[in-house]
């Protein structure tokens, strides 16, 4: 009974290890590349980011004013006024979706731009979560390794204990040894290693969608009912006030120009880093946001801290209000667990942290590889042998099933090697030991 578990675990943390090591890799080195985006991206756009026109100042409606009249046809996204000695960004979508940032000096006056996929942040982030395709089906891909490696967390703990390598003294034999040393460092590893995949999963494809559709349409754990039902703007102002507001080409018809809408910011005690988002039709409203894990170089807020107001884009109303303390576990796990997973939830000691933890883990992930070839013979893949069925399978066939409930893409995948499994099994086939 003991050696069948173990072979059952054994087997499945090995197809465990073929799908996850190339992508663990892979994420490994894109992780590292996205912690430390903030860094790269101060060198690399430092004009941009950083330097002054020694213009004379002028509003900010007049900066996003020369910003229009020198991109005919695009209009305003969101204003981010960032962290630090950093010049304002603006974003600004054009026709057919084409979209650029637009930085602003201290003076507000324009100082260049920049395609956002040009900027260091987004291709980090597009290597990390699609391997720069774009595709969805690999975004899909990189999530699925994710849940991998939380089964590969459950199957190597197993057999750490089940094997006693804990307590087991070195053994003569050098790769008993090497087993012992990366059973000791997987078992080191697996609280941090759930951490990141937990923390990482709310902004994956697939699961992400569904943890932010859970928690916007359950607002006792997740965001208040203000997130699920954004409040609409209400253009039935007298006509004696919309003659008051159209001196700017920074705003549409009887919308308050930006300048009125950052003062209201100001009024709320606002402090930089927070961001102005524009309003896309006639119904949307102003929102002022304070934010953590916004993916933006110098726009990242602790997440204690993050607040948001949304304002009717005629009148300056506030519509609705909500912070951190709004939210319910859920909502506040995604907004802690997002800056932690990306190294800048409490600066640089997290970025230490995680880039220790990356090397831990691509050390791992070296001795796994070099135990297996050490063990490997040749000719065969060397694997435990396919196990007849057994009275005690419901057990780990319980662990599946649980595991494939909670996330969907590790099910499927299951089924897929299941049936493998299957065809194995019935056809007698046997890998050696």
């Known amino acids: 009974m003991k050696k069948y578990f173990n072979n059952v675990f054994w087997r499945w ?34 004009n941009l980011l950083f330097e002054q026109t020694n213009k004379p100042a002028q509003s900010l409606n007049d900066g996003i004013d020369d910003i229009l009249s020198s991109h005919p046809g695009y209009h305003v996204m969101k204003i981010s006024f960032l962290k630090d000695d950093y010049n304002t960004r603006v974003s600004i979508m054009g026709p057919d979706d084409a979209s650029k940032v637009v930085y602003l000096d201290h ?52 057999m750490t204990f089940f094997r006693k390598y804990i307590t087991n003294s070195a053994s003569k034999i050098k790769r008993k040894n090497q087993a012992k040393f990366h059973a000791m460092l997987g078992s080191i590893l697996s609280i941090p290693l759930l951490l990141i995949v937990l923390t990482g999963l709310p902004w994956s494809g697939f699961m992400g969608a569904k943890i932010y559709d859970f928690a916007v349409n359950h607002s006792l ?35 308050l120009p930006i300048t009125h809408i950052n003062a209201i ?30 993916g933006v170089t110098g726009l990242d807020a602790n997440p204690l801290e993050e607040r948001t107001i949304h304002l009717d884009q005629y009148s300056g109303m506030k519509l609705a209000i909500y912070d951190f303390n709004d939210y319910g576990i859920l909502a506040k796990f995604i907004a802690v667990g997002i800056p932690l997973h990306e190294g800048n939830l409490f600066g640089l000691a997290n970025k230490v942290i995680n880039l220790l933890f990356i090397v831990g883990l691509l050390t791992l992930t070296f001795f796994g590889i070099k135990i297996y070839f050490m063990r490997k013979q040749k000719g ?3 694997t435990p042998k396919s196990q007849p069925y057994m009275k005690y399978t419901w057990f780990f066939a319980i662990l599946l099933i649980l595991m494939g409930m909670l996330m969907p893409l590790f099910g499927i995948s299951l089924i ?18």
Request: aromatic share 12%; hydrophobic share 40%.
């Open 221 to 255: 754990v997740g965001y208040p009912e203000s997130v699920k039902t954004p409040p609409v703007s209400n253009n039935e102002i007298a006509w004696a006030t919309r003659g008051e507001h159209t001196d700017s080409k920074s705003h549409e018809g009887n919308r």
């Open 107 to 158: 003076h507000n006056q324009m100082k260049g731009e920049i395609e956002p996929s040009n900027l260091f942040s987004n291709f980090s982030r597009e290597m990390h979560s699609n391997l720069l395709t774009g595709n969805t089906f690999i975004n899909y891909l990189v999530e699925l390794a994710s849940c991998w490696a939380i089964f590969l967390i459950v199957t190597g703990l197993f």
């Open 265 to 294: 910011a100001q009024e709320e005690g606002f402090k930089k880093p927070y961001s102005i988002t524009v309003p896309m039709d006639d119904k949307g409203t102003y929102v002022l946001s304070k934010a953590a894990g916004t």
């Open 416 to 433: 897929i090697i299941a049936f493998i499994e299957l065809i194995l099994l019935m056809s007698k086939k046997k890998y050696a030991i």
């Open 380 to 382: 065969k893949l060397s």
């Open 13 to 46: 943390h090995f197809y465990a290890a073929i799908f996850i090591t190339p992508l663990l890799i892979t994420l490994s080195i894109s992780g590292i590349m996205y912690l430390f985006y903030p860094e790269v991206e101060n060198k690399l756009n430092h």
